[in-house]
């Protein structure tokens, strides 16, 4: 069973920059394609990144290209999230999710794509 515990948030100034870290326990990592998403007060969630189970495969929604970098270390069970240039319109609570996929190279992008989730942690931007 996939378990995913994320860390790395918390309160930055505008211009400043997060690492996210999304560990797994349970089931095997290089399975599973792994997505960050995010949710501001308000707002529904919202597609940020993921990266295929190989690694090899990225996308990232056009708001955030540039900015942050989405990787993984499947020797490690992590997926990270680089946020660089943080705006005060990233602040939200993100999540990691996880999906097996048959493919190595599928992105999946959908939040209804993926079937394990984190609890989340908060990311807040200040200007």
């Known amino acids: 069973q996939v378990q995913l515990v994320e860390s790395g948030g918390g309160l930055v100034h505008s211009g400043g920059s997060l690492r996210l870290s999304c560990a797994n326990s349970?089931?095997?990592?290089?399975?599973?394609?792994m997505g960050w998403f995010r949710q501001a007060p308000g707002k529904e969630r919202e597609f940020v990144a993921a990266?295929?189970?190989?690694?090899?495969?990225?996308y990232n929604v056009d708001s955030v290209k540039g900015r942050f970098t989405i990787s993984r270390d499947n020797a490690k069970d992590t997926v990270y999230l680089q946020m660089n240039s943080l705006k005060p319109e990233d602040t939200a609570v993100y999540y990691c999710?996880?999906?097996?996929?048959?493919?190595?190279?599928?992105?999946?992008?959908?939040?209804?794509?993926?079937?394990?989730w984190g609890q989340g942690t908060q990311v807040t931007v200040s200007s």
């Open positions: 990266v295929s189970r190989s690694g090899d495969s990225a």
């Open positions: 349970g089931g095997t990592f290089s399975s599973y394609a």
């Open positions: 999710a996880a999906v097996y996929t048959f493919t190595w190279y599928s992105v999946p992008r959908l939040d209804s794509d993926y079937n394990y």
